[in-house]
């Protein structure tokens, strides 16, 4: 059973990077502090495996590649370039053994992590989910609790989807670390 739920990670890998890779071909562009990271997985990944028929041997050899890892959220709206060392969703990575968590805990994911990276896509629908909160506060029927913790969520998104254009235009990236 393992070795399938290995093959089936495998599968998801190379899904992902190829929708990576296609989305980069039809020029989207991609922000945050792990956009090379990205970037460089999607031109790895088609630059060795693109075409070619993904066995057992090749779907190991892709799991276990530490700059193959990404991972998309679309429930946080990001991609995670999965590195173990600098995860914040990993809080005991300094006493993380082998054979630990080895894929983002997307229940734990945190907004200053050095391994997220957004695309215009992942931008679109966060676009939308910031007009579905303003039509949902227009109509009034959400409890002021709710309702303010859902201005404080559009507020957040809204601050993302402007530190992608700002980055996209040149200027400096306030996600970015320095």
Known sequence: MLEVLDQEKGLALAETLTQAGERIAAGETVSG???????????EFSDRYAGTYLGKRELRALVANPRLQVYEDP????SCNHD???ALCTPDRDRARDGDRSTPDHSRCHPACANISRTDSQITA???????????AEAGLDLYPIAAREQQRRAHLTDIIRRHDA????ADDPEEPR
């Not at 429930?75 to 990001?78: E, I, M, R, S």
Request: aromatic share 10%.
């Open 33 to 43: 502090p792990a956009a090379d990271r990205y970037r460089t997985a999607a031109a």
């Open 75 to 78: 429930k946080a709206f990001l």
């Open 84 to 86: 173990a060392f600098t």
């Open 126 to 136: 966060l676009r939308a989910e910031v007009v579905r909160i303003d039509a949902a």
């Open 167 to 170: 980055q996209q235009s040149g």
